[in-house]
């Protein structure tokens, strides 16, 4: 069950929660911006639903409120950034500035960052380069949750990626775990009482459950019980590797290059601080821009009209959130009960008043 | 059925074949060092079992022999490449020399090309800037194998992406196609008249098959008949938009920026060359390279200790590969009778000797 809200609102609600804790008006400005973009591009698992979990992680001191992230190392193509355990957003939003900015002077910029937290949607970064006429890759490591091909235990995180691409009539964008779905998924499944329709994750003698409110249930236990499956699933026969080498790929631009802490050394009270990588590339390295984006547009034009199967409609990775964007601007951003109880709840102990946006 | 011979003697004799098209010695020995080491790495599919298909495509002149790669742009971060349709391989390790000396000069080198042909193992090159202590990419798209989520034909290649990292015992090397098993596999499974463990492609209904010989056939007709899965499989229920994602975004890195061929036009007698991507950063970006490397090293370790399933041994990408290059350094590689006979073949005819070799 969930109502619709007009996100100028509840954008302004999540602005004056975080001003309440208080960041500043500009770091509060652009942490609700991330948030709401994410609930805009209908990405519920990663938007307004996380305000109890950043909440927890502020209060117990995991999120630091006044941290500042440094740059530890630096040259005309790459960075390495200490967040001081800040909020995610704020670290991530710096650190793909900053790879932006190299990648106007010298082509290219990469930015391997430690010590930050949970940043929301991995594409929302990788847009900010496309926004810029770039190529931008986002990644990020995380509680572990992924169990490598023929082991019992996860050990790396659900290793988001995304790729960001400027095209017409909207920028290209793939934004994915390397597990076989995100966490919040399950949540999303569990929430609406419903059987997962896959093979997403497994219990502690690695059978594959189809249960989200008993895999919720588990991977939230401290410690984990069972977890999740790479990409390409349990075993070798349909490629399960794949997933599990990719989310090794992610771990080796995060935590790796940054030198900061392994997914499997993160929760349950453990090592504080997940690790991102930023990259965005200059078009103009290859030639011209306008034309090298028109060649994409033309081929996933292509591809949207391939004859689809029977009932069905074929989409290209940043399809459905653009057409959500278009929708929710309009109709408002859907927020389900439990969502909206915990906002309020947060709000009235911070003193931020919310009658307004309701 | 197949026999082991020494690796050296094979690939003395591979460059012999090459040298009789005729290549430059230094070329052919390239060649050869390429395709042979795809067999010391027990990635049959790639190795001299394609020996028959490179002729073909050198008679036909879609491969030209005295082509020579052309960097048509260039900054110090990054190329373009024309491979003017040489032989993929030589064309693959210029411009991976290439992005290796940019690194070694700016810290990072990227290169994408256009007009290549078939380069064998994708993880060969990527290896070679693991060897120089840097991150290594390369990529390639290919003939149209893998249907996008939801369409009824095929469109992108089964565009394989590897990333090699330098680690103790072996480098990481993680070497995959887009689709859920390369084209090379189904051969492989069709020559042993095994039927196929998983669900890794399609009838033109878009049904699973999973008898290799048919569908062995069915790929390689023209027009091809179905086509195969991207990882994560048929539909959206395990994650296939994401293999399907993946596909896109080298295709994007091969044929989009370096303005060259997509992998929808490629085959059945229509646009010739097809487009790589090759990258080479430098660990020292970050940090001390040896720790660094050594993180990465350690981490791989408590990988393969955790437990395991019962039965099962847990492999890091890259320990494959490993054992099987010391195993057949020591016992000589495996060549299967067809494969022998076409290298019997092609030698006769291009008047090449080879008694000594077996």
Redesign the interface.
């Known amino acids: 069950m969930s109502k619709r809200y007009d996100y100028r609102g509840i954008q302004q609600w999540v602005k004056r929660i975080f001003e309440a804790y208080p960041f500043s008006e500009q770091s509060s400005t652009a942490i609700a911006q991330s948030i709401v973009a994410t609930d805009l591009f209908g990405i519920e698992s990663h938007g307004v639903q996380r305000l109890a979990m950043y909440d927890r992680k502020i209060r117990a001191g995991d999120i630091r409120v006044g941290a500042a992230a440094e740059v530890i190392?630096e040259?005309?193509?790459?960075a390495?950034i200490d967040g001081h355990e800040g909020m995610g957003q704020l670290v991530a939003i710096k650190a793909m500035e900053l790879a932006i900015k190299k990648a106007e002077q010298?082509?290219?910029g990469?930015v391997?960052v430690r010590h930050s937290n949970h940043y929301g949607m991995a594409g929302y970064y990788a847009k900010m380069a496309s926004k810029k006429k770039m190529?931008g890759i986002s990644a990020t490591n995380s509680n572990p949750f992924l169990i490598?091909?023929?082991?019992?235990?996860p050990?790396l995180g659900s290793n988001p990626i995304a790729?960001a691409?400027p095209a017409a009539p909207h920028d290209?964008l793939?934004d994915?775990a390397t597990t076989?779905?995100s966490l919040g998924k399950i949540e999303i499944y569990a929430k609406q009482k419903k059987s997962i329709?896959?093979?997403?994750a497994v219990d502690n003698k690695?059978r594959i459950s189809r249960d989200a409110r008993t895999l919720q249930r588990n991977l939230s236990h401290v410690p984990k019980i069972g977890g999740m499956l790479p990409?390409?699933?349990q075993g070798e026969?349909?490629?399960g590797?794949?997933?599990?080498?990719?989310a090794?790929?992610v771990?080796?631009l995060t935590s790796?290059?940054?030198?900061g802490n392994?997914s499997?050394d993160l929760g349950d009270g453990r090592a504080k601080g997940i690790s991102h990588f930023f990259a965005a590339?200059d078009?103009h390295?290859?030639?011209d821009a306008n034309?090298?984006t028109d060649?994409?547009s033309q081929?996933l034009e292509?591809?949207r009209r391939?004859?689809?199967?029977p009932g069905?409609?074929?989409?290209?990775?940043g399809d459905k959130e653009a057409d959500a964007l278009e929708e929710r601007v309009k109709n408002g951003i859907p927020i389900d009960l439990k969502t909206l109880n915990e906002m309020t709840a947060l709000s009235d102990r911070l003193q931020v008043p919310y009658q307004q946006y309701l």
């Not at 790796?256 to 030198?259: A, D, V």
Request: charged fraction near 15%; avoid cysteine; hydrophobic fraction near 50%.
């Open positions: 190392r040259s005309p193509v790459s390495v010298s082509g290219i990469i391997s190529l490598p091909t023929h082991a019992m235990r050990f790729f691409m290209f793939y994915a076989v779905v329709p896959g093979a997403w690695n990409v390409g699933g026969d349909n490629g590797y794949k997933g599990f080498g990719n090794l790929l771990e080796i790796i290059l940054s030198q392994l499997a590339i078009l390295l290859f030639g034309k090298i060649a994409l081929m292509r591809i391939l004859p689809p199967e069905k409609k074929i989409y290209i990775h």
